[in-house]
């Protein structure tokens, strides 16, 4: 049987290897630093190994510089981002939060430069680094994108700088002085897509829903009646539910399944509650504990892309279009609109928002019927403080023109 290849290269506490699984097939390498394997095995996309060997030199050469940078008291923006990436404020985070920090935080480090000391950063870099966003020229799709977008970059950046002016060294210096970004402005949206569905599109989806998927009417009607995200609705569990309490039975929706991480329970309206009810039957041959289970793995809830997927799929059943700009989102936007007359801290609370200044600026949006109610039927203020109909006016106004005589020529 042929040997597998395998080359070690490097020195003691800094070492890459280069391997291959099948003899003769593509190469893979690891990266160790301090007996420690920091990049797991990745594949090099070619199967020449004076290739590999040459491509692992240059990993070294930016291994070894790397190291001495964090061993001097030089802070570049590579050395900033290896630091945060392993303190405790980052680790803290949920896996998915953690993992979009770091590819934000990658695009700006690789569009500035590693090299680049923190200090000598100025709002010029900024400026340059959203039109290169926003123009398309520089990013992992090589298309233009919105400026909402390249706000949430230079925000992350922005977290790790204001952390790295907190954070301390061993011998208490501030492992940076001042935040050199702080107090530039960052790009805003000033037309943002914000969709919101309606009522009537709604029964028609739930009208095909069930020809399309056995779970999609009850995950519809969850998502239009409670405002939750697509993600902690798929997550429920039987034992989530509670029927029994009035009026109509309550469902609790999971911190660790909430974007913000809070916990909190919700009353079902009484037709969400026959879907409930009609939605176990279909539970009772299947050895589940989730409402949503998985089909290759009922011990596991369906991914919410195969559920998007299937709600596409009934949007096209039902001749509807897709709203642009979102998917499940319209309808919790539809939920925080539909009840602007409500105290703000009880739409907050019912539909898991942790900020009431979150739902006000971005999903409570304007509809013609308030804005009709707004124009048309606000009272209006008169020095003696009594309020009278606004059309009240047109009487007057047309008993002056007829009394009005225009001058002689």
Request: hydrophobic share 35%; with cysteine.
């Amino acid at each position: 049987m042929p040997k597998l290849w395998r080359k070690s290269l490097g020195e003691r506490g800094c070492r890459v290897v280069l391997f291959e699984r099948t003899p003769g097939g593509p190469l893979y390498r690891e990266v160790w630093v301090n007996g420690k394997r920091v990049a797991a095995q990745r594949s090099m996309g070619h199967r020449d190994r004076d290739q590999a060997t040459a491509d692992a030199f240059t990993l070294l050469a930016a291994l070894k510089s790397r190291r001495e940078v964090l061993a001097s008291d030089r802070l570049t923006l590579v050395t900033l981002f290896d630091k945060y990436d392993g303190s405790p404020v980052s680790r803290c985070r949920k896996p998915k939060t953690r993992r979009e920090d770091r590819r934000k935080l990658e695009r700006v480090v690789g569009f500035l430069g590693g090299d680049r000391e923190v200090v000598s950063l100025s709002p010029s870099d900024v400026q340059r680094y959203v039109e290169a966003r926003m123009c398309g020229q520089y990013g992992p799709t090589g298309k233009p994108v919105r400026a909402r977008a390249v706000a949430a970059d230079l925000v992350a950046l922005n977290v790790m700088l204001n952390w790295a002016a907190r954070e301390r060294r061993s011998d208490g210096t501030p492992l940076l002085i001042h935040n050199p970004l702080r107090g530039v402005r960052l790009p805003v949206e000033k037309n943002p897509r914000r969709p919101v569905e309606t009522y009537d599109r709604f029964l028609r989806l739930m009208s095909v829903a069930i020809e399309v998927d056995w779970r999609l009417p009850l995950a519809l009607a969850l998502v239009e009646s409670t405002g939750q995200r697509i993600t902690a609705v798929l997550h429920l569990q039987r034992e989530d539910l509670d029927l029994g309490r009035l009026p109509h039975g309550w469902i609790h929706f999971r911190g660790k399944n909430q974007k913000n991480g809070r916990d909190h329970w919700v009353p079902l309206s009484e037709e969400c509650a026959q879907l409930v009810q009609e939605h176990l039957r279909w539970l009772r041959v299947r050895q589940t504990p989730y409402l949503f289970p998985s089909e290759a793995d009922t011990l596991k809830p369906t991914d919410r892309w195969f559920m998007s997927r299937r709600l596409r799929w009934a949007f096209e059943r039902a001749g509807l279009e897709q709203l642009k700009g979102g998917l499940w989102h319209p309808f919790r936007r539809k939920f925080a609109t539909e009840r602007k007359h409500m105290p703000v801290i009880d739409v907050a609370h019912a539909g898991g928002w942790k900020e009431t200044r979150t739902l006000l600026q971005c999903y409570q949006q304007p509809d013609e019927a308030t804005l009709q109610q707004v124009v048309l039927g606000a009272p209006k203020l008169r020095s003696d403080g009594l309020g009278v109909d606004g059309r009240s006016y047109s009487n007057s106004y047309s008993n002056t023109r007829r009394n009005h005589r225009p001058p002689a020529a």
